[in-house]
């Protein structure tokens, strides 16, 4: 059972402020991922934690117990790094067994609990190598390995994978999420990679220059992001943003691209709900996901001619850039549905899509159609 509660948490190096007024708690067994660009202070929050690092304000509790002053060595948290950090001159094993070294005198414990480790992440026959005969997928593995064995309250993975290649990225991936529903235990992963959050974590916490953005599940934060931060940070191709202005018309409610001639069709209720929310034309942002642009290649009801352009063929689908006046509104379509870039073809927004944010503060209006 391991709860980790961080108390409004604020860390300067030098005159430069690094975490802002930092809360959240994290669940026994839960997997959390930090997610954010290089320089959002992830490491540092990690590096608190296992308290490598001192903090300027707040508390961190685990298991409700403030741990300001205990060393790094006596909070039973494992710290996995980007760089492996084995010791070349051991074998896998001694490497491995370091940790119990210590604590763990008898030598029958250590080879049995090394053993266990190693079956669970599937390195048995690497015992006897030295890591500089290992690949760095293998080299990762064993740097785990070696975490694990501890049986630590807490694992914190700072980039575990980041230096791998994409294809092992993605197995390591699986792994560690196979290796955390298995053992089960709270865990902290830090990563710039939105795909590696979204796969992995239970909840994401995204973070943007020392501040909390949004916490949430991988769904909530993709459906649901909080501002155009996250909107924009999270998804692949990243999600189209648009100056809009919105009026009401014969029962419905017109959104209006800036610069562009057309108008898209929306239910009539997103304009009672902008003026609950408290939002202004001329401060209006329009978001979609490339998947939420939905085109026809017939005109239909509702959708409105547009100028299909860059075509970005995927294999399983593909990517288009549709010419909105002097917007360009990137959509997501079957393979092959657009022939020829210059192709005329027809657009709507699905407005259950749609997100609509304060262009200056970002801030979602929250509105649901
Ligand atoms: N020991 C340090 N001394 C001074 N500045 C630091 C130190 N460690 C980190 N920083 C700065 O703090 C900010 C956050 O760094 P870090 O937590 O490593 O970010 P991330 O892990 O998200 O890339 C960065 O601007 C970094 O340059
Ligand atoms: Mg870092």
């Avoid at 649901?224 to 409610?253: I, L, Y």
Wanted: glycine content about 8%; some cysteine; aromatic content about 6%.
């Amino acid at each position: 059972m391991t709860q980790i509660e961080l108390r409004g948490i604020e860390k300067h190096f030098g005159a430069v402020q690094v975490i802002k007024d930092l809360n959240l708690t994290i669940a026994d067994n839960e997997f959390i991922v930090l997610l954010g660009q290089s320089g959002c202070g992830k490491t540092t929050t990690l590096r608190a934690i296992a308290g490598l690092e001192t903090i300027d304000e707040g508390d961190i509790l685990i298991d409700s117990q403030p741990v300001q002053h205990i060393k790094a060595a006596h909070r039973d948290i494992a710290f996995v790094f980007q760089s492996f950090s084995l010791y070349p001159h051991m074998t896998v094993f001694e490497n491995i067994a370091f940790p119990l070294r210590a604590t763990r005198g008898n030598r029958a414990d250590i080879e049995r609990e090394v053993q266990a480790v190693a079956k669970t992440l599937q390195i048995t026959h690497l015992l006897v190598k030295k890591p500089s005969a290992l690949s760095g997928g293998d080299m990762q593995r064993v740097a785990i390995g070696r975490a694990l064995v501890r049986r630590p309250k807490a694992m914190l993975m700072d980039e575990p994978i980041g230096a791998l290649d994409a294809k092992l990225r993605e197995e390591m991936r699986a792994e560690i999420k196979r290796l955390h529903i298995k053992q089960g235990s709270t865990t902290i992963y830090v990563t710039h990679d939105q795909v590696e959050a979204m796969s992995l974590a239970d909840r994401i916490v995204v973070m943007h220059e020392g501040v909390l953005q949004q916490v949430g599940s991988p769904h909530e934060v993709y459906a649901r992001p909080a501002n155009m931060f996250v909107a924009q940070f999270v998804g692949s191709p990243v999600m189209n943003m648009s100056d809009v202005t919105v009026s009401e018309d014969a029962g419905h409610a017109r959104v209006v691209v800036r610069g562009a001639p057309t108008s898209f069709d929306f239910p009539s209720n997103l304009t009672a709900q902008l003026a609950v929310a408290g939002a202004q034309n001329g401060n209006l942002t329009l978001g979609v996901r490339p998947e939420g642009v939905l085109v026809s290649r017939e005109a239909r009801e509702g959708f409105v001619p547009v100028e299909a352009h860059i075509i970005e063929p995927l294999g399983s689908h593909d990517i288009i850039d549709l010419k909105v006046g002097d917007q360009m509104l990137r959509a997501r379509t079957k393979s092959g549905f657009v022939p020829r870039p210059g192709e005329a073809v027809w657009a709507r927004i699905d407005p259950a899509q749609a997100h609509f944010f304060d262009s200056s503060t970002g801030t979602s209006f929250g509105i649901r159609l």
